[in-house]
């Protein structure tokens, strides 16, 4: 099983990336999908889920400013990130959640990908 985060980079304030997160060895398609971020120094955070039936949930911090959407097949989950800040400077991790239901925290899921670096510039 293999969660593949990509996508990261550095971008000014202002600016958009958006990150993919390519699953493989099994199906995630009735698993909630999570994206989470580590800053350094800091402990890691939820950013923003979406449940098999196509429900999302976001952190305050990134509410209105990031979309999280599936692929048709199930197999790919995205992060849209526009007008980033550079508060939102971290390692962002995708991750498969135990279940069906929309969960915030990272006890709460099971398969983690490898993390992609995201650094916004001033």
């Known amino acids: 099983v293999q969660l593949q985060a990509s996508g990261g980079g550095l971008v000014q304030a202002g600016g958009s990336l958006r990150l993919s997160c390519a699953t493989s060895?099994?199906?995630?398609?009735?698993?909630?999908m999570g994206w989470f971020r580590q800053a350094p120094g800091k402990e890691r955070e939820f950013v923003a889920v979406?449940?098999?039936?196509?429900?999302?949930y976001y952190a305050d911090s990134v509410k209105g400013r990031f979309t999280i959407s599936r692929d048709k097949t199930q197999s790919t989950v995205y992060l849209q990130m526009n007008s980033l800040k550079p508060e939102d400077t971290a390692v962002y991790y995708c991750?498969?959640?135990?279940?069906?239901?929309?969960?915030?925290?990272?006890?709460?899921?099971?398969?983690w990908g490898q993390g992609t670096q995201v650094t916004v510039s001033s």
């Open positions: 979406i449940g098999w039936t196509g429900d999302t």
């Open positions: 060895g099994r199906t995630f398609s009735r698993n909630g």
């Open positions: 991750a498969a959640a135990r279940g069906v239901a929309i969960v915030t925290a990272t006890s709460r899921y099971d398969y």
